[in-house]
């Protein structure tokens, strides 16, 4: 009999060497994350394949699975303890090794598995530990998949079958990068700084830019995994400023940035200006309606409000769907709904057919991004951003708030703003115009500035997002208005980065 796992073991003890060591909190909405050995020991993770296994045969999935890690010194170390568990509920694992969160994806349809388990912490600092997991391709699991595991896990309630078996799938990588290179060359012979923070796409992305007909100029892809020189986020601005120096410097015609799975890319025009993704999201919309027009499209809660009012979206009959952040979230809708593609503020980008597999994949998004400049050969990077309605928009703030009362701050903070429109109170010097209320709050004004306030799913924090299309006073009034209501409660600590 398998013990249940504890929550409260410290390393070096002999209960830590004999007991399976898994923080509740680790269960996340949509995937899983633990800082090891803090919250999660290697017997943790022989519980969390048992559990995993266990569900996948109680959906009716046939027990077959793909893992794979990422680049970092303990990941192989998981992935085995996870494989151990896995086998011992009776699945077969394909390991396709050192991988990116994308490739685990396409082993799924290119070696005709149901279920993924993919070893990684994606942008998280080092210490940091986690899953990405699905048993219904292209869609990865939400709130109800992984609370049904957690039940699992915490309480035990293993169902293990035996049975199993594992295979390593070699060099799988190559069949990867050749599934993304079997399309023709650009016609535009682009320079491209392809930064990979020292994370695992360095091992992917320079080769795939390369052989589409880039000219590519590597910023950190050589494999590191102590990060040292920043974390491979491309939403920290750490390392879009040093994307932002290479491509001045080397007067290249964008900038694309990896983060540490390779599931998002950020990116930086040629003028070194970085984009956000949302309106990243905007620009190929534009490019992807004028090809296929009338498409719809789906952007989570963080993103700007130019999916709606943008004129040429308007102009091709696009149509976007406002959803739930978060990448399960969003591939499900896009999926659901049947809509071309998704964006995501975090840079998650989804493509459904012909343009992909309705799975997040960071160089693909690379692609449409290079795609989209070798249409418009007579356009750079920056008019294309340029030629967009002008928004002033803040990073995404995350101040600090512990995963144990975080929903619960979220829910007051929409309880607040729900009663403010009540009583017609003013935010930011006027009248609520719209409140969004399916993930957090997202509150708009009568002249379409908006905030938003939601409960970060990955990590024990808030998000903070705030725009307008008037003027950067009007944001800043706007921040000023958000965080005004955060401060009343104490729990909230302060901001990874501000206005």
Same mark, same amino acid.
């Given at each position: ?15 830590? $060497? ?7 909190? +680790? ?8 800082? %090891?050995?803090? $919250? ?12 995993? +296994?266990? #569900? ?29 568990? *896995? ?18 994806? !396409? ?27 699905? @048993? ?12 049904? #595991? ?29 599934? %993304? ?20 796409? &360095? ?5 795939? *830019? ?8 590597? *910023? ?6 102590? !990060?040292?020189? =920043? ?74 409000? #130019? ?10 009959? @696009?149509?976007?769907? =406002? ?14 709904? &049947?809509?071309?593609?998704? !964006? /995501?503020?975090?840079?998650? !980008? ?74 017609? $109170? ?50 800043? $009034? ?12 104490? /729990? ?8």
């Amino acid at each position: 009999m398998f013990p249940k796992p504890n929550s409260a073991l410290k390393p070096n003890t002999y209960a830590f $060497e004999s007991e399976p060591l898994v923080k509740p909190t +680790g269960f996340r909405e949509y995937d899983a994350r633990w800082l %090891l050995d803090k $919250e999660l020991n290697l017997m943790g993770v022989q519980a969390l394949g048992m559990g995993l +296994g266990t #569900l996948i045969r109680q959906m009716g999935v046939r027990p077959e699975i793909v893992t794979g890690h990422d680049f970092r010194a303990y990941s192989t170390a998981v992935k085995m303890a996870l494989v151990s568990g *896995l086998m011992a509920a009776g699945c077969k694992v394909h390991d396709i090794g050192l991988a990116l969160s994308p490739m685990a994806y !396409f082993a799924q349809f290119d070696l005709d598995v149901p279920c993924v388990a993919m070893v990684t912490a994606s942008h998280n600092d080092n210490g940091w530990t986690g899953m990405k997991m699905g @048993a219904d391709r292209p869609r990865t699991f939400g709130p109800d998949e992984i609370g049904r #595991l957690k039940d699992i896990v915490m309480n035990a309630r293993f169902e293990l079958a035996g049975g199993g078996s594992y295979g390593f799938v070699e060099n799988f990588a190559a069949r990867y990068i050749d599934d %993304l290179t079997n399309r023709p060359k650009l016609e535009r012979r682009l320079k491209v700084v392809a930064a990979c923070g020292n994370g695992t796409a &360095g091992a992917f992305a320079p080769k795939v *830019l390369e052989t589409i007909g880039c000219e590519v100029v590597p *910023l950190d892809c050589e494999l590191d995994y102590t !990060f040292p020189k =920043y974390n491979p986020n491309p939403e920290d601005m750490k390392m879009l400023h040093a994307v932002r120096d290479e491509v001045q410097r080397t007067r290249a015609d964008v900038g694309l940035a990896f983060d540490g799975d390779g599931d998002r890319c950020g990116v930086v025009d040629n003028e070194g200006e970085e984009i956000f993704a949302d309106k990243v999201g905007v620009m190929l919309a534009r490019d992807i309606s004028s090809l296929h027009p009338g498409a719809t499209f789906v952007a989570d809660v963080k993103s700007t409000g #130019l999916f709606a009012t943008d004129p040429v979206l308007q102009k091709n009959r @696009a149509k976007t769907d =406002y959803w739930k952040t978060g990448h399960s979230y969003i591939k499900r809708r896009v999926n659901e709904i &049947g809509a071309i593609a998704g !964006f /995501e503020k975090s840079g998650h !980008f989804f493509f459904n057919a012909p343009l992909g597999r309705g799975y997040d994949d960071g160089i693909v998004s690379a692609l449409a991004v290079c795609d989209m400049l070798d249409r418009n050969p007579g356009k750079s990077m920056a008019q294309l951003k340029n030629a967009l309605p002008k928004t002033w928009q803040s990073p995404t703030m995350s101040p600090y708030c512990d995963d144990e009362v975080k929903y619960r701050v979220v829910d007051e903070v929409v309880k607040h703003f729900q009663a403010a429109r009540e009583k017609q $109170e003013k935010i930011a010097g006027q009248n609520i115009r719209d409140l969004v209320t399916v993930n957090g709050v997202r509150v708009t004004v009568e002249d379409g500035t908006w905030g938003l306030v939601r409960a970060s799913s990955n990590k024990p924090e808030l998000v903070v997002v705030v725009e307008s299309p008037v003027s950067d006073a009007r944001m800043r $009034e706007m921040f000023k208005a958000v965080d005004h209501v955060l401060r009343a409660h104490k /729990e909230v600590g302060p901001y990874n980065q501000t206005i």
